[in-house]
């Protein structure tokens, strides 16, 4: 199946710092890739919808400017949180599904990045 | 809109025990189903999928039917294992291919 890579998986910063976080999919193109948080023991929460070559949208809620997105290729989705605080501690997870045809339905997820800010 | 509703957990079954998590679904038309798993500390994978009425996923051991009649799309799997313990989320993709809908999960822990 498709194959979705994040870097970096595990990630402590300060507060206060940025921090970027790739999401790469790695043997197709995807011109729309998905951002999640995940709280312990909960749901994945949609954040934002990442679109190759024009502005991602963002869900309720979602401060655009506190969580930056760049969907800079069709391979390749970063999201940077900036000025991180403790309270974005969480994990964040991406996906992607392969354009067109059959498994057009079907997402594939990236292995996840735990962020902790101190 | 569109909702994904799950039993709730913690799960905790024996070793070669029989599972059933229940899932049901709220969408417009005809919605593709899922399930996906979660180890501890990873991401998650796609157990199985069913993208129309009756279609039968499976997996692993693990299945899934989707019922149309009764909106639903329960996991089963005749004999679970100790390494089945993690967390399963049921989901549903619309018609317009865009985000997924999930469930809020359910913990299953299976002990020897």
């Known amino acids: 199946g498709a194959v979705v890579s994040q870097h970096p998986s595990r990630v402590i910063c300060k507060s206060g710092t940025s921090v970027k976080i790739e999401c790469r999919s790695l043997?197709?193109?995807?011109?729309?890739m998905f951002w999640y948080r995940q709280f312990p023991k909960q749901s994945l929460m949609l954040m934002a919808t990442?679109?190759?070559?024009?502005?991602?949208?963002?869900e309720q809620g979602v401060e655009k400017d506190k969580f930056l997105i760049n969907h800079a290729s069709l391979t390749l989705s970063t999201l940077t949180v900036t000025s991180a605080h403790p309270e974005d501690s969480s994990f964040y997870i991406c996906?992607?599904?392969?354009?067109?045809?059959?498994?057009?339905?079907?997402?594939?997820f990236g292995p996840g990045t735990r962020l902790t800010v101190l | 809109g569109d909702s994904v509703t799950q039993m709730e957990g913690p799960v905790t079954l024996s070793e070669e025990a029989f599972l059933t998590i229940n899932c049901t679904y709220t969408?417009?038309?005809?919605?593709?189903l899922f399930w996906y798993v979660q180890y501890p500390g990873e991401g998650l994978q796609l157990l199985l999928k069913?993208?129309?009425?009756?279609d039968k996923g499976s997996n692993k051991g693990f299945e899934a039917t989707y019922r149309k009649e009764t909106t639903s799309f329960h996991l089963e799997k005749g004999s679970v294992q100790v390494s089945d313990s993690a967390v399963y989320f049921c989901?549903?993709?619309?018609?317009?291919?865009?985000?997924?809908?999930f469930g809020p999960g359910t913990s299953l822990s299976v002990i020897p």
């Open positions: 996906s992607a599904h392969p354009p067109g045809g059959a498994g057009t339905d079907t997402q594939y």
């Open positions: 069913a993208t129309k009425a009756d």
């Open positions: 969408a417009t038309g005809y919605p593709s």
């Open positions: 989901a549903l993709v619309g018609t317009s291919y865009d985000k997924v809908i």
């Open positions: 990442s679109n190759e070559g024009s502005k991602a949208t963002y």
């Open positions: 043997d197709f193109q995807a011109t729309t």
